[in-house]
């Protein structure tokens, strides 16, 4: 060893000097050295056989550090040894003529960082799990959602961006009144989902205690959700309509929905404008209001959500939606699939729409 390229007194102060466990192992498969830290952790080993250490019989049979001395190239794997897991990086170890004739094992014991991947890996399986558990209870919540309605056509679409959105619809009849509305909560997953969920139960609740004003049940929907005491980051938006299916008369209020919904009859289109705020505790009790209009014979209304590209601040979005609401040759289910090929190609946010149509 003293006349070999490699001097064992500079090797072994180089190695001693770090934190990580190192040893130099020869063709043969005999330890030739190891630093202060090795030693600590898997004991004195110098002259014994590479498996010994580790409590094996043999050498295994696919050899890293054979290996890398017959190619010359460096390798590196994970090992579980005493269960405590290392990240071994085997280099070749050259002496006189350039001739492989040892390698260098360096352990790092990552069995921290090994234990926190994997538990966030089982973290992330079971809430991929949850996640289309959610996914299907939200989809069964809407696809029962559209009533067959004498003289009325309705169709929904609901496109979340993630597994599970804060989008949801619902279209109900109360004896003759037909409730429909769409509400949007604040941000993805499931938290969000699972008040959408909340709120369409609250609004369930107000109209099976006759309040058929969509005021009334906007006001009751926000006393309930102010209840929960949640996060003042965390709000609903929702736009209803209550129909009177004996007189055509329709009823609406707005909580703080960003986008307006569009009423189109005969050749025009009007945004049913209504500012308010939506529900949660920033405003105290400042009210909702109503607004109304007649439900006429070809009239169509759509409620929809931001998920349409660019929708505040495109002018031309808004054009080729009211293009495509307007068209002689409507069909709902046509106008649902074109809006979200062309105007929801690139999402950034749920995407749901709620189409009321009348035929007489």
């Not at 696919?62 to 460096?74: A, E, H, I, Y």
């Not at 926190?116 to 992330?124: E, P, V």
């Amino acid at each position: 060893m003293k006349n070999s390229t490699y001097n064992t007194e500079y090797i072994s102060s180089i190695i001693n000097a770090m934190s990580d466990m190192v040893r130099v192992i020869a063709k043969d498969g005999t330890v030739l050295m190891t630093n202060e830290a090795f030693v600590k952790r898997f004991g004195e080993s110098v002259g014994r056989e590479c498996y010994e250490p580790f409590h094996q019989k043999i050498r295994c049979e696919n050899c890293l550090s054979r290996d890398v001395m017959r190619t010359g190239d460096p390798r590196r794997l994970t090992r579980k040894v005493k269960g405590r897991v290392y990240s071994v990086t085997v280099s070749p170890l050259a002496a006189s003529g350039d001739e492989v004739n040892a390698a260098v094992e360096v352990f790092r014991d990552i069995t921290l960082d090994y234990n926190i991947k994997q538990n966030l890996l089982m973290q992330n399986a079971k809430m991929q799990k949850d996640l289309q558990l959610a996914r299907k209870l939200q989809e069964a919540l809407v696809k029962g959602a559209l009533p067959k309605v004498d003289e009325y056509e309705l169709t929904a679409g609901f496109f979340p961006c993630e597994a599970v959105g804060g989008d949801i619809y619902d279209c109900t009849v109360y004896d003759d009144k037909l409730v429909i509305y769409v509400a949007d909560v604040s941000g993805h997953g499931v938290m969000p989902a699972m008040l959408a969920v909340f709120f369409s139960r609250v609004v369930r609740a107000a109209c099976l205690m006759g309040n058929f004003l969509p005021s009334e049940i906007l006001s009751y929907a926000e006393k309930e959700y102010v209840d929960l005491n949640l996060s003042d980051s965390i709000y609903i938006t929702a736009f209803i309509t209550v129909i009177d299916l004996k007189t055509n008369q329709a009823a609406y209020s707005n909580a703080g929905f960003s986008v307006m919904p569009v009423v189109y009859h005969e050749g025009k289109f009007e945004e049913l404008y209504m500012p308010s705020h939506p529900l949660c505790d920033w405003f105290g009790d400042e009210s909702y209001q109503d607004g109304f209009f007649t439900f006429q014979e070809g009239m169509r209304m759509l409620i929809y959500t931001d998920g349409v590209d660019n929708i505040h601040s495109d002018p031309k979005v808004k054009d080729r939606l009211f293009e495509l609401l307007g068209r002689e040759d409507f069909r709902s289910e046509d106008f649902i699939d074109e809006v979200r090929e062309e105007l929801h190609s690139n999402p950034e946010d749920d995407l749901t729409m709620l189409l009321c149509m009348k035929n007489g």
